[in-house]
């Protein structure tokens, strides 16, 4: 048996399979009924959408208008913005004409993504529980929603939605999600958010949705409170904060300006206390409009980018080196015999692929007044057998008074790195106090020996060798 349903903004056909009736007629018609399996075909909008229920059971009364109550399950829904297993609930609705009120409860289902992740799943399965009252066709429901895996709740929504135009809306109340590593991580919500690994801490999410025949729109706010993680194509972050409000969560796209802080990253050499400022632009990338972390009484600045997370993709940032002070720089990292004066600039770009920093040519130079480079530990023994250029040179380290001072750098933030130092000036204890110019350059894992908690670094182990040339 067919029957043909009209709803105003949808029409259906319902196709019933073995029914049991049981009826009366005297004060009005009333019937149970047992319908196994109900079969309907709805079309809204133009789209056709499946609904199957296993099974049906009810009551009819026909006495005054219409009124039906009762309860099902087994249902399936398949749609384009997901599919429904497991649905189940009870029913209690009634009407006269085209109107509709009641209540339906104890709503239970399973929501998930038919695609596969290669097909671009979009979030992983979820159960949802909740209810909804009905008068003059709209519905008013509320519910929870937890992840089918674990039973983590991750949302209360509530919303509405009209029967009669096939409009609604819903919001989502700020739920805390707490991340621990191989416990619940943000790839457990969605495939989308693979990037980032090892996520601790704390996000609280909220968020509303609306929906009409032209079709679905989404936003939500991330609230994030100390989160780590790692990015395997750009470094380890810790303590990120901030509050992220994403216009399109269907596309992860944002207005620009979003801001959130983070306390440490770890890009080979860590740097503290930073601010981001960014635009989300879709799930495989971030455009960086700023960045920023104090660094040696300056700064280290990031030029805008756009920066992708997907597996195998090579980015390339240009780090801004603003005004960093050496003797501020010899006190971080703590290095012995060395004293130094001056301020230096410059760029530093870094190319950054899956599990690997590269320096790719960074230059640093010194500003037009000059310093001082005053070394006062040993030479070593290489250096006391080396020529005599190499012994002037660690006797003008002593006290040098330099006009010109150019750094490059190249290599594995966490391997070897080459570092070149062109320097001009005098020791007014060396050659009469006449200018000269010598170049040193540095091959080793500069970074690791700077960083290091178990020495202090020693200048004569960085330098591999050391050419002077007189002028």
Not at 106 to 123: C, S, Y
Not at 307 to 316: D, I, K, L, P, V
Not at 343 to 358: C, E, L, W
Not at 426 to 447: A, C, K, T, Y
């Amino acid at each position: 048996m067919t029957i043909p349903v009209n709803g105003g903004a949808w029409n259906a056909k319902a196709a019933l399979g073995a029914i049991g009736i049981n009826w009366r007629a005297a004060g009005g018609f009333r019937a149970n009924f047992d319908a196994a399996p109900l079969a309907i075909d709805m079309t809204l909008d133009q789209r056709k959408i499946p609904i199957r229920l296993a099974d049906i059971t009810g009551t009819l009364d026909l006495r005054d208008g219409w009124r039906i109550n009762g309860a099902f399950k087994g249902g399936s829904v398949q749609a384009d913005e997901g599919a429904v297993a497991d649905l189940a609930g009870k029913f209690n609705l009634g009407g006269k004409g085209d109107t509709l009120d009641g209540s339906l409860s104890d709503i239970a289902m399973r929501l998930f993504d038919p695609n596969t992740e290669e097909e671009g799943k979009r979030f992983e399965e979820v159960k949802f529980e909740g209810g909804a009252t009905l008068r003059n066709s709209v519905a008013n429901f509320t519910g929870g929603f937890a992840m089918a895996k674990s039973g983590m709740q991750i949302a209360q929504v509530t919303g509405r939605h009209s029967l009669e135009n096939n409009e609604g809306s819903l919001t989502f109340a700020p739920t805390p999600l707490i991340f621990v590593p191989r416990s619940f991580q943000p790839y457990d919500l969605s495939p989308l958010l693979r990037g980032p690994a090892g996520v601790t801490g704390r996000a609280d999410i909220s968020g509303s949705a609306s929906w009409n025949a032209d079709g679905m729109k989404a936003s939500a706010t991330a609230d994030m409170r100390k989160v780590g993680f790692t990015l395997a194509s750009a470094g380890v972050f810790e303590g990120v904060s901030g509050k992220v409000e994403i216009a399109d969560l269907m596309n992860m796209k944002s207005a620009p300006g979003q801001s959130i802080t983070i306390d440490k990253v770890t890009l080979g050499l860590p740097i503290e206390k930073g601010t981001i400022r960014f635009q989300l632009i879709g799930t495989s990338a971030i455009r960086l409009e700023s960045a920023e972390w104090p660094f040696g009484s300056g700064f280290i600045r990031i030029k805008p980018v756009d920066f992708a997370f997907t597996e195998g993709t090579e980015n390339r940032i240009v780090a801004q080196a603003v005004n960093w002070d050496l003797a501020k720089l010899v006190e971080q990292f703590k290095l012995p015999d060395v004293k130094l004066v001056g301020i230096v600039a410059g760029d530093f770009p870094v190319v950054f692929r899956t599990g690997s920093a590269t320096i790719d040519n960074a230059t640093l130079e010194a500003s037009k007044e000059g310093g001082v480079i005053q070394y006062s530990g040993s030479p070593g023994d290489a250096a006391a057998q080396a020529d005599d250029n190499s012994k002037m040179v660690f006797d003008a380290l002593k006290d040098f008074r330099y006009q010109v001072l150019k750094v490059g750098l190249n290599g594995d933030l966490a391997g070897r790195i080459v570092m070149s130092l062109s320097v001009l000036g005098r020791n007014p204890d060396v050659l009469g106090g006449q200018p000269f110019q010598f170049n040193i350059g540095i091959d080793s894992e500069l970074v690791r020996l700077l960083t290091s908690t178990t020495s202090q670094p020693d200048i004569r182990t960085a330098v591999g060798q050391v050419i002077g040339d007189k002028q």
